[in-house]
């Protein structure tokens, strides 16, 4: 009896199942790791004023969206898109969205509104403190 090389097809059925396992995730990963989504400590993201009332910023390199509701009134969330963990890098009126596999979220809620992803983005604690935005937990 002898042994034969394994067909195309079984190889290429391994290699989607890693991806699947998990084993392929590092790939969208900014880091190649599996940095946090959120911030574990507090994050100065400069002036609160960058941002209008009704606008939204990312700011890709602390990985968080932050939009201005009202005047003194602020919503932030991860900007790591909860399907694949690329960061989050573009803005279309009240979406933020993915140009990794194309998922869209709601700015003001974090919502899903086009996946793959089918989790929303997760909420970060924001807020003012000497007319700076300040992201994550209270030091």
Sequence with gaps: ?????????????????????????????PDGGQASAVPTAPVDLGSAEEIPVGGTKVYREDRVLVTRVAKDEY?????????????????????????CHGSA????TGEVRQGPATQALPAV??????????????A
């Excluded at 399907?83 to 140009?99: I, M, W």
Aim: with cysteine; aromatic share 2%; glycine share 10%.
């Design 125 to 138: 604690p924001v807020r003012t403190k000497g007319g700076k935005l300040v992201v994550g937990p209270e």
């Design 75 to 99: 919503k932030a969330f991860s900007a790591v898109c909860t399907h694949r963990q690329c960061v989050l890098n573009g803005l279309r009126d009240d979406e933020a969205t993915c140009s």
């Design 1 to 29: 009896m002898s042994s034969q090389p394994p067909a195309r097809r079984t190889v290429l059925r391994g290699a989607a199942l890693a991806s699947v396992a998990g084993l392929g995730v590092a790939a969208c990963s």
């Design 105 to 108: 979220f709601d700015v003001r």
